[in-house]
């Protein structure tokens, strides 16, 4: 990454965390960019979560490890990861309108771990997230042997799962992911 991009990223990894505030309380902006500084291969991931309109922001800090926890804060599913169905073998098994691919591969291509229901749902306490999108999340093996998948989203003031044919895929359906420095 050159410099002047790596410089607007961590301006922009920076306001936003100036921004929301709530979501990382007691972190201090300098032991988040030395974190980050000390990890070149972070600086990618992050970058990669940018581009994807995820909009990364900080929402956990362990003070013991020093470990900072990176989690796509974008009020609707990152616009750049819809589309997809929910992994490869739910890919190759559709017959005709594929889509571009599945959210567990897109994830572990950036460098990402695909949130699962926990995480979904304690993302949802720092804000208000995929009121009018949905995002795929980790399924548990024993549902996705049987050819299903889970996915979340916020309507009414609460946070539902659901379940889908992990081969559907649906445009106003993404995946929200974590990164762990």
């Known amino acids: 990454m050159k410099s002047k991009e790596r ?15 709530r979501r990382h309380s007691g972190v201090a902006w300098d032991v988040v960019l030395a974190r980050i500084q000390s990890n070149t291969a972070a600086l990618k991931v992050l970058q990669a979560m940018e581009a994807s309109r995820g909009e990364p922001d900080v929402i956990d800090y362990d003070k013991v490890t020093g470990r900072i926890t990176f989690c796509d804060c974008a009020a609707e599913s990152p616009a750049g990861r819809r589309s997809l169905c929910y992994d490869r073998t739910a890919l190759d098994a559709r017959k005709e309108n594929k889509p571009a691919g599945g959210a567990v591969e897109a994830a572990r291509e950036m460098g990402i771990e695909l949130l699962d229901e926990a995480q979904y749902r304690a993302l949802q306490t720092l804000g208000e997230f995929d009121l009018k999108t949905s995002s795929w999340i980790a399924t ?5 042997q049987l050819d299903g998948a889970l996915f979340c989203d916020r ?26 420095i």
């Open 7 to 21: 410089d607007e990223l961590l301006t922009t990894l920076q306001a936003r965390f100036d921004k929301h505030s």
């Open 140 to 144: 548990p093996a024993e549902i996705r």
């Open 155 to 180: 309507r009414y003031g609460k946070v539902f799962t659901y379940h889908n044919g992990a081969q559907s895929y649906y445009a106003a359906r993404g995946f929200r992911g974590l990164l762990r």
